[in-house]
Protein backbone atom coordinates (compact mmCIF):
# COMPACT_ATOMS: atom_id res chain seq x y z
CA UNK A 1 0.00 0.00 0.00
CA UNK A 2 2.96 2.45 0.52
CA UNK A 3 4.20 1.86 -2.53
CA UNK A 4 1.50 2.48 -4.50
CA UNK A 5 0.82 5.72 -2.56
CA UNK A 6 4.45 6.79 -3.02
CA UNK A 7 4.19 5.88 -6.82
CA UNK A 8 0.67 7.94 -7.10
CA UNK A 9 2.03 10.89 -5.04
CA UNK A 10 4.77 10.92 -8.08
CA UNK A 11 2.62 10.82 -10.58
CA UNK A 12 0.82 13.97 -9.51
CA UNK A 13 4.01 15.95 -9.18
CA UNK A 14 5.60 14.52 -12.32
CA UNK A 15 1.89 16.30 -14.55
CA UNK A 16 2.77 19.74 -14.09
CA UNK A 17 -0.42 20.64 -15.50
CA UNK A 18 -1.80 18.56 -12.88
CA UNK A 19 0.19 20.11 -10.21
CA UNK A 20 -1.53 23.47 -10.89
CA UNK A 21 -5.09 22.59 -10.80
CA UNK A 22 -4.06 20.75 -7.42
CA UNK A 23 -2.61 24.53 -6.49
CA UNK A 24 -5.63 26.22 -7.61
CA UNK A 25 -7.40 23.25 -5.76
CA UNK A 26 -5.47 24.39 -2.20
CA UNK A 27 -6.11 27.75 -2.58
CA UNK A 28 -9.61 27.42 -2.53
CA UNK A 29 -9.24 25.50 0.25
CA UNK A 30 -7.68 27.59 2.43
CA UNK A 31 -10.09 30.55 1.31
CA UNK A 32 -12.93 29.14 2.76
CA UNK A 33 -11.11 28.20 5.88
CA UNK A 34 -10.07 31.91 5.63
CA UNK A 35 -14.14 32.46 5.91
CA UNK A 36 -14.50 30.45 8.09
CA UNK A 37 -12.55 31.77 10.73
CA UNK A 38 -13.55 35.52 10.14
CA UNK A 39 -17.48 34.19 10.66
CA UNK A 40 -16.37 32.77 14.09
CA UNK A 41 -13.85 35.42 15.16
CA UNK A 42 -10.76 33.37 15.17
CA UNK A 43 -8.14 36.11 14.68
CA UNK A 44 -5.28 33.44 14.49
CA UNK A 45 -6.90 31.50 12.32
CA UNK A 46 -7.09 33.88 9.82
CA UNK A 47 -4.15 34.82 9.43
CA UNK A 48 -2.90 31.54 9.40
CA UNK A 49 -5.02 30.68 6.36
CA UNK A 50 -4.39 33.96 4.30
CA UNK A 51 -0.65 33.23 4.86
CA UNK A 52 -1.25 29.79 3.29
CA UNK A 53 -2.80 31.11 0.27
CA UNK A 54 -0.26 33.31 -0.32
CA UNK A 55 2.24 31.15 -0.39
CA UNK A 56 0.11 29.21 -3.21
CA UNK A 57 -0.41 32.53 -4.86
CA UNK A 58 3.32 33.31 -5.12
CA UNK A 59 4.33 29.86 -5.91
CA UNK A 60 1.97 30.26 -9.08
CA UNK A 61 3.82 33.52 -9.46
CA UNK A 62 7.41 31.48 -9.73
CA UNK A 63 6.45 28.78 -11.76
CA UNK A 64 4.96 31.23 -14.34
CA UNK A 65 6.96 31.24 -17.94
CA UNK A 66 7.21 35.39 -18.97
CA UNK A 67 9.12 33.99 -22.55
CA UNK A 68 5.77 32.37 -22.91
CA UNK A 69 3.61 35.86 -24.00
CA UNK A 70 1.64 37.91 -22.37
CA UNK A 71 -0.93 35.63 -20.60
CA UNK A 72 1.58 35.25 -17.93
CA UNK A 73 2.08 38.84 -17.15
CA UNK A 74 -1.30 38.75 -17.15
CA UNK A 75 -1.44 36.08 -14.02
CA UNK A 76 1.36 37.60 -12.16
CA UNK A 77 -0.73 40.48 -12.30
CA UNK A 78 -4.20 38.92 -11.12
CA UNK A 79 -2.32 36.66 -8.59
CA UNK A 80 -0.77 39.86 -7.44
CA UNK A 81 -4.12 42.10 -7.02
CA UNK A 82 -5.55 38.91 -5.04
CA UNK A 83 -2.88 38.69 -3.07
CA UNK A 84 -3.26 42.19 -1.96
CA UNK A 85 -7.00 41.81 -2.03
CA UNK A 86 -6.77 39.01 0.92
CA UNK A 87 -4.35 41.37 2.63
CA UNK A 88 -7.45 44.30 2.90
CA UNK A 89 -9.90 41.54 3.47
CA UNK A 90 -8.01 40.01 6.89
CA UNK A 91 -7.24 43.89 7.92
CA UNK A 92 -11.26 44.50 7.27
CA UNK A 93 -12.61 41.23 7.89
CA UNK A 94 -14.11 41.58 4.81
CA UNK A 95 -15.71 38.09 3.44
CA UNK A 96 -17.39 40.17 0.41
CA UNK A 97 -13.44 40.26 -0.65
CA UNK A 98 -12.38 36.99 0.05
CA UNK A 99 -15.81 35.53 -2.33
CA UNK A 100 -13.63 37.62 -5.04
CA UNK A 101 -10.52 35.91 -4.58
CA UNK A 102 -12.37 32.51 -4.64
CA UNK A 103 -14.69 33.35 -7.44
CA UNK A 104 -11.28 34.43 -9.41
CA UNK A 105 -9.81 31.26 -8.18
CA UNK A 106 -12.82 29.20 -9.61
CA UNK A 107 -12.34 30.89 -13.27
CA UNK A 108 -8.75 29.80 -13.12
CA UNK A 109 -9.72 26.15 -12.06
CA UNK A 110 -12.17 26.39 -15.23
CA UNK A 111 -10.02 27.81 -17.43
CA UNK A 112 -7.04 25.96 -16.77
CA UNK A 113 -9.01 22.77 -16.95
CA UNK A 114 -10.28 23.87 -20.56
CA UNK A 115 -7.28 24.52 -21.45
CA UNK A 116 -5.45 21.63 -20.40
CA UNK A 117 -8.01 18.88 -21.06
CA UNK A 118 -7.92 17.64 -17.08
Known amino acids: M ?4 YQQQNAVSDDPYLLILKLYEGLL ?3 SFVKAAMESGDIEAKFKYINKSVSIFDE ?11 VSYYLDG ?6 ETLFSAG ?3 N ?3 VNQVMKV ?4 I ?5 ETGL
Not at 2 to 5: H, N
Not at 60 to 70: A, C, P, Q, T
Open 2 to 5: GIEA
Open 60 to 70: LRNVLDFEGGD
Open 110 to 114: EAWKE
Open 78 to 83: LYLYQI
Open 91 to 93: IDD
Open 29 to 31: KYL
Open 95 to 97: INS
Open 105 to 108: VQGL
